[in-house]
């Protein structure tokens, strides 16, 4: 499969008046066209900044980009002026956001916010927009869709939102889709289906998919390749089935863990991880998972072994000292 | 494809839950239409504004002429409301007089309302170094004692019809920017936007077509009080003899005509109805402005 997107040593910080937050501290990454990428972790611990600054969504200033690139087309995403980079932005790369009942302009129909990428990057005229909003709503599952342009965004549930926040994604059948945890805001039984829909529009369109959620079932179901991040790097990063029999860095065995399992009948506590993730106003010396970590050994404290993540059977790279069996 | 006949299926199944489409506006009239006093106002206002429309096109009195032969007379059937202290048509000059005010109303709400929702918007979007310039400006704006640069405006410029719209338009906008700013530092903070920015839409686009619409509703709530006030003011001028210049008539200079006590004591007919004209105005507008500002409120729920 071609390389579609490399992203190498991309670092993100917040300087604000009181503090200095290593947000983002130089993760590196290929996705593969048709692939789709799983990004876990805790809150907190850099999933979206890392793939929001990307496109430059994250407030600059507070937020900047200190270093890293993003190759895309030939092009750094990172660096390429902000005019060229509006023409990437929903129409090569498109956004599903967190939260439906937000991400809507209230004020707006449907059908108006579905047909402006239309508009803006293929010149269409409105009657043909309309026309391909309307297909795309059908695509993912409204009815009535050509009545339904002409609503408002409050007349539609949270997951029928999140269905039309796909299509507007879709709208411009972009490349990659950034997807920042599209079924956290949703009850289970639709979360369901809007991966199912998401699974069935990969295998239509062939649309490359970065994933971003904490709900390690969720991923299970729908990625090819996970990255597990904490503090701001990449920890551990395998294939789906690699990382979830076979989970090489403490921290993941830890998560995978504390997950209830369905087989089995012993209803024992779950297990946890102990502590809080760090605070990330200061980089480690050592490995940031050293104070919560149970296998700590005495390089840990002392050298930070995520920068120099290590390769080991194939595509399975995991950032510890210690090699885990 | 096998996406496409699923979903074809799963239509005919569901139509009867659909709501109807309603849009804000039209809810928000709805609402608007149970505000008693709003509704008196809106028709009081109506009614005014209809005269001051048609009543100069079908009026055999001049508002201009003078009739010696007929200075000072009491209300009568040629003369409605009388004629003044040269002999000049009350009732005719009355209802030029209301084009005048409502003119000054509309004309310098429009200046001051784009000046505002522009520079607002601006400092609200970008935010940082421009909005600290251009809110700093306005507090400027907001501590001169408005009168008194009117007064020099008028000075410098000269009195007349339009320059007066001018004063106050270009005089009266901090209120409105003020509020604009304030919507869109909180509008463009929500998920919205950035959804905006993330389906590459033109910058100019996202404030003036996403942003402005969310921000509209105490934009025209301010707007209408900012109107009884422009109405207010031109009056005031006006009787100051800056604004306005006889002989076109307006309520305020009608006012100022009459302020010899004689006039107020024998012929007051030269001034109750201005005086009236400008109450009711402004008292329609701004029970409009209430209305308005309870029919647009998204968290009221009539």
């Known amino acids: 499969m071609p390389v579609l997107l490399k992203v190498k040593n991309l670092k993100v910080h917040f300087e604000t008046y009181e503090e200095y937050i290593y947000a983002v501290n130089g993760i590196s990454y290929t996705l593969n066209s048709g692939e789709t990428i799983g990004i876990v972790g805790e809150s907190g611990c850099g999933k979206t900044v890392s793939i929001m600054s990307l496109l430059r969504l994250i407030d600059m200033p507070p937020g900047k980009i200190v270093s890293g690139t993003a190759i895309f087309e030939g092009k750094d995403l990172l660096s390429i002026p902000q005019k060229e980079l509006q023409k990437i932005r929903g129409n090569k790369i498109g956004v599903i956001f967190q939260d439906p009942m937000t991400a809507f302009n209230q004020v707006m129909t449907i059908g108006d916010q579905l047909i402006e990428g239309l508009i803006e990057h293929k010149g269409m005229s409105k009657k043909k927009a309309l026309e391909e909003a309307k297909r795309l709503l059908d695509i993912v599952g409204i009815a009535n869709p050509r009545e339904r342009l002409r609503d408002y965004p409050f007349q539609f549930s949270g997951g029928m939102r999140q269905r039309v926040m796909i299509a507007i994604g879709l709208i411009c059948q972009p490349k990659i889709i950034i997807a920042d945890e599209p079924t956290t805001a949703l009850d289970v039984t639709i979360q369901a289906q809007i991966i199912d829909l998401i699974k069935q529009i990969r295998e239509e369109f062939g649309t490359s998919i970065i994933w971003v959620t904490h709900d390690l079932g969720v991923v299970a179901g729908i990625a090819d390749k996970v990255m597990v991040i904490y503090g701001g790097y990449i920890i551990e990063e395998a294939p789906v089935d690699m990382l979830y029999n076979n989970p090489k860095h403490p921290y993941t065995r830890g998560l995978l863990a504390s997950l209830p399992k369905i087989e089995g009948n012993d209803r024992k506590r779950l297990d946890y991880i102990s502590g809080q993730p760090p605070y990330l106003n200061k980089l480690p010396k050592g490995c940031p998972f050293e104070p919560r970590c149970s296998y700590r050994i005495e390089k840990c404290a002392q050298e930070n072994p995520m920068l120099t993540i290590r390769n080991i059977e194939g595509n399975h790279r995991v950032a510890c000292w210690l090699g885990l069996e | ?302």
């Open chain 2, 1 to 302: 494809m096998k996406l496409l006949r699923k979903n074809q299926e799963s239509k005919n199944l569901s139509n009867s839950y659909l709501l109807k489409g309603e849009s804000f506006f039209v809810k928000s009239f709805k609402r608007f239409r149970k505000h008693k006093l709003a509704m008196f106002g809106l028709i009081m206002l109506g009614i005014v504004i209809i005269l001051s429309l048609i009543i100069p096109l079908f009026n055999s009195l001049s508002a201009f002429e003078l009739n010696f032969s007929e200075v000072g007379q009491r209300p009568s059937w040629k003369h409605p409301l009388g004629t003044d202290n040269i002999g000049r048509d009350v009732f005719a000059r009355l209802i030029l007089g209301g084009r005048v005010s409502l003119a000054v109303g509309f004309v310098s709400v429009l200046i001051s309302t784009s000046i505002g929702i522009i520079l607002g918007g601006i400092a609200g979007y970008k935010g940082g170094i421009v909005d600290n310039i251009i809110m700093r400006l306005t507090d400027t704006m907001m501590c001169f004692p408005y009168l008194v640069i009117i007064i020099v405006m008028v000075a410098v410029l000269g009195p007349s019809l339009y320059n007066t719209i001018l004063a106050i338009g270009l005089l009266s906008w901090t209120g409105t920017a003020r509020i604009t700013r304030g919507q869109f530092l909180y509008l463009r903070e929500l998920q919205f936007i950035e959804a905006d920015i993330s389906l590459g839409i033109r910058e100019g686009k996202i404030i003036f077509f996403h942003i402005l619409p969310n921000a509209f509703s105490p934009i025209i709530v301010s707007a209408t009080f900012n109107m009884a006030n422009a109405i207010l003011m031109e009056a005031g001028l006006s009787y100051l003899g800056l604004g306005v210049q006889v002989p076109t008539p307006s309520w305020g200079n009608m006012l100022g005509d009459a302020q010899s006590v004689t006039i107020l004591e024998i012929m007051p007919w030269m001034w109750i109805p201005a005086g009236a004209m400008i109450a009711i105005t402004v008292l329609s507008v701004n029970f409009i402005g209430d209305g308005l500002r309870d029919a647009l409120d998204p968290k009221m729920k009539l």
